[in-house]
Structure formats: structure tokens, C-alpha cells
């Protein structure tokens, strides 16, 4: 019975986790709005974006049955977010007015594609139960997620150094905060550590922007 209940809140927690998650994914559509509109990516950095592609990239490969059973919530937001991402990054590659950007977020996608090919190759032949398909990716998808979550890093010291917030979206950051506190809860549920310890970081990494986003809001 306690059981029972436990998947029934962690379904419910899911759930929820799927929609912030997919309002965290879309919090940068204003900012692509304006990218389109002005025809320029201005002093926006296609970093977060690149990042989170690569995040969801190995989440889907975490979240297939072959891999880490009874995840399915993993797996259709994932997979939700590498289409989201690939629009944004293909209107921020379009309306980069810089070539030498161009070529670095090209070389990126180049790679990311890459690595994760051959992690699949790797993990399906010469693994061969699910919990060594989940150790590995597990911790590849930790590394990954930390880094989606500091990716901002570089626009926070943009930030503190001009005293704006003009190129840190709001939305972003507070859709960040949300969504690591809703997946550290599922992950708490039925202890995952490899959805647990990333979310928790990006907890910190969320409020820590909120928290700069508020000294220098004007």
C-alpha cells in the first residue's frame, strides 16, 4: 500500500515536473521573439541552449527502458526539449551576425552529436543489463545537467560586471529554480542520485541568479 502511494505522488510529482520542465524550456521564447524581430542575437550567448541540448540529448538515452526502466517522464520531456533546442539554436545560428560564432556553435553541435552516437554504440554493446546501462549514463547525464544549470555562469559575470540584467532572461532563471526543486523531489521519492545531486546543484545555481537578478533589476 505505502508502495502504491509513493508511485502514485511520484507520478503526480512527474507530472508536474514535465510541465515546469517544458515552460522551462520554452521561458526563452520572448527572448528569440526579440532575436527575430531585431534580426540580431545582440550580446545573448547561444551557451545555455547548446548546454541544454547536450543535457537532453543523454537524458533520453538515460530515460529508455533498455537503459533505466519506469522512466518514461524522462524520456517525453527530453525528447521534448532536444526539438525545442534545436529551434532555438537554428534561429540563433541564422541571426548570429558573427561567422567565427558561427563556426564555434556549428564545431558544438558537431560534437555533441558525436559524443553522444558513440556513447549509444558503447552502452548498448558492451553493456549488457540495465543497471550497468544506468551507472554509466547516470553519471554521464550528472556531468551534463550540472553544466546545463552553470551555464549562465558566463552571462551572471556579464551581469555583475555592467550592473544589467538586460542579457540574463528572467523566466529562464526562475523556470531553472522550479524545475531542479521539482526533479529533486521525484528523485527523493524512490532515491535516483543521478536526478537527485544535479537538480539539487541547480537549485543553488537558480536561486543564486534570482538572487543577482534581484541586486541589479532597475
Sequence with gaps: MVSEQLNLIRNIV??????????????PTPTF????????????SPVPYLATLINCLVWVLYGLPMVHPHNTPVLTINGTGIIIE????????VYCGRQ??????AAVLAGE??????LTVLVFTLQHTTKER????????????VMMYASPLSVMKMVIKTKSVEFMPFWLSLAALLNAGVWTVYA???????????NGIGCVFGLAQLILYAAYDK
Design 33 to 44: 521573439i526579440q532575436i527575430v524581430k531585431k534580426k540580431s542575437t545582440e550580446e545573448y
Design 134 to 145: 544506468s551507472l554509466s549514463v547516470g553519471i554521464i547525464c550528472c556531468v551534463f545537467n
Design 113 to 118: 552529436t558525436v559524443f553522444v552516437a558513440v
Design 100 to 105: 567565427k560564432q558561427r563556426l564555434v556553435i
Design 14 to 27: 512527474a507530472i508536474i515536473g514535465n510541465g515546469i520542465a517544458l515552460c522551462l524550456f520554452l521561458s
Design 86 to 93: 534545436v529551434v532555438f539554436i537554428t534561429i540563433f545560428f
Design 188 to 198: 527523493l521519492i524512490q532515491f535516483d542520485p543521478f536526478i537527485a545531486i544535479p
